[in-house]
């Protein structure tokens, strides 16, 4: 809902309220590499997986929480794999791509994508936690197609405009960086 909010006597703001009530049913989307590198690169820190869980979650009925990850020849990830299982996450594992040439790919888009899609009609609520705009049209598509509301949690400086404009709701992780970040 967009509630409309006076700023000046010739300026006028739009503002999200907020619908969350505790019988939706949610599941929520991890796009691991996003977050990783947005913490990584914008803070020189690490993201509290379990604070951005329960943010995402707020008291709500948690159906599915899935997390996508890359799987690298060295293996060090796995201690963080392990770790996001306890905190009751899924893992979707694939391995990173090299290309001749030495480029790397290492992204979930469609995976996330085709998962939220398939679980839409038992959810109330699918919240993405990425700042990626190629989650756009599949926000849009979860909107009208299935009648979901889609939240979106991500690092306000390194989330696509369009993507937080999409969202029902957008819930900034860097407003509060104690709480998200692990130094």
Partial sequence: MIKKTKKSSSELSFERKSLKHKDQRIGVFVDAQNMYHSARNLYKARVNFKEVLSVAVSGRILIRAITYVIRTESGEEKSFFEAMEKLGFEIKEKDLQIFAGGQKKADWDVGLAVDAIKLADKLDVVVIVS????????????????????????????????????????TDLSKDKKRFLIK
Wanted: proline share 2%; hydrophobic share 40%.
């Fill in 131 to 170: 700042g990626d705009g190629d989650y756009e049209p599949l926000v849009e598509y979860l909107k009208i197609n299935k009648g979901c509301r889609v939240e979106t949690v991500a690092f306000g400086e390194s989330a696509s405009a369009k993507l937080i404009e999409v969202a029902d709701e957008f």
